[in-house]
């Protein structure tokens, strides 16, 4: 379920429904990252965050934070983490994604990072990696980079401006899949990635020394 500031105010009774109606085995619950101008006006902000935070702390707790059909709260841009820090506080933060000797401390895993804080399982995507999850051929047989959607088809099409970096290849029918995502997460990195690890890493550098007090 993608959060928005127009459906953020009930995951509680989410989780229950879907747990109630047997309808899947977990929840998931992730923050929608505003690709388009015209979703910005309901991006979910800090205010949002505390009452998104408020809601997983309460399932966390009346369930018990060892269930496994908890639901799972992904995070993939650092705007989001530092909302997140913005609730909690830097220390809490910092203290809970360098613990690494605890039980319920973090655990690295392919292309993600699963943290517990106030007793909440949080799974970190960082969007400098290729998001490993997705593989994607658009309406003209071309296999795109995510985020493509704030552009029409037609835009894309043309191949010029910044439609252009999000068009990896025209299929053919010939390809076969690693080729294929390598090309892709080549074309991601290229593009993309490594922008956002530079922001990635000012903010943990930043979040570092907020924790710390330094600044």
Same mark, same amino acid.
Not at 113 to 121: C, I, P, Q, S
């Given at each position: 379920?993608?959060?928005?500031?127009?459906?953020?105010?009930?995951?509680?009774?989410?989780?229950?429904?879907?747990?109630?109606?047997?309808?899947?085995?977990?929840?998931?619950?992730?923050?929608?990252?505003?690709?388009?101008?015209?979703?910005?006006?309901?991006?979910?902000?800090?205010? &949002?965050?505390?009452?998104?935070?408020?809601?997983?702390?309460?399932?966390?707790?009346?369930?018990?934070?060892?269930?496994?059909?908890?639901?799972?709260?992904?995070?993939?841009?650092?705007?989001?983490?530092?909302?997140? &820090?913005?609730?909690?506080?830097?220390?809490?933060?910092?203290?809970?994604?360098?613990?690494?000797?605890?039980?319920?401390?973090?655990?690295?895993?392919?292309?993600?990072?699963?943290?517990?804080?106030?007793?909440?399982?949080?799974?970190?995507?960082?969007?400098?990696?290729?998001?490993?999850?997705?593989?994607?051929?658009?309406?003209?047989?071309?296999?795109?980079?995510?985020?493509? #959607? #704030?552009?029409?088809?037609?835009?894309?099409?043309?191949?010029?401006?910044?439609?252009?970096?999000?068009?990896?290849? #025209?299929?053919?029918?010939?390809?076969?899949?690693?080729?294929?995502?390598?090309?892709?997460?080549?074309?991601?990195?290229?593009?993309?990635?490594?922008?956002?690890? &530079?922001?990635?890493?000012?903010?943990?550098?930043?979040?570092?020394?907020?924790?710390?007090?330094?600044?």
């Amino acid at each position: 379920m993608t959060l928005t500031k127009l459906n953020c105010t009930d995951l509680v009774g989410v989780a229950d429904l879907v747990h109630d109606k047997n309808l899947a085995d977990q929840v998931h619950f992730a923050l929608m990252t505003p690709a388009r101008a015209v979703n910005l006006a309901i991006e979910i902000g800090t205010q &949002e965050m505390a009452t998104i935070w408020a809601q997983l702390r309460e399932l966390y707790q009346r369930d018990g934070s060892e269930n496994l059909d908890q639901p799972a709260f992904k995070i993939f841009e650092v705007n989001d983490l530092a909302k997140l &820090e913005a609730v909690v506080g830097s220390q809490k933060l910092w203290t809970s994604l360098t613990d690494l000797e605890s039980e319920q401390g973090v655990n690295i895993s392919n292309g993600n990072l699963t943290f517990t804080l106030d007793g909440v399982r949080v799974d970190f995507y960082p969007v400098s990696l290729w998001p490993h999850e997705a593989f994607l051929i658009d309406a003209d047989a071309v296999s795109r980079l995510p985020h493509m #959607q #704030q552009f029409t088809i037609a835009e894309l099409r043309t191949g010029s401006g910044e439609a252009k970096k999000y068009n990896v290849a #025209q299929l053919t029918g010939n390809e076969d899949y690693p080729t294929s995502y390598i090309r892709i997460v080549n074309a991601w990195v290229q593009h993309f990635g490594r922008g956002y690890l &530079e922001e990635e890493a000012h903010f943990f550098q930043g979040l570092r020394q907020r924790a710390k007090g330094v600044i």
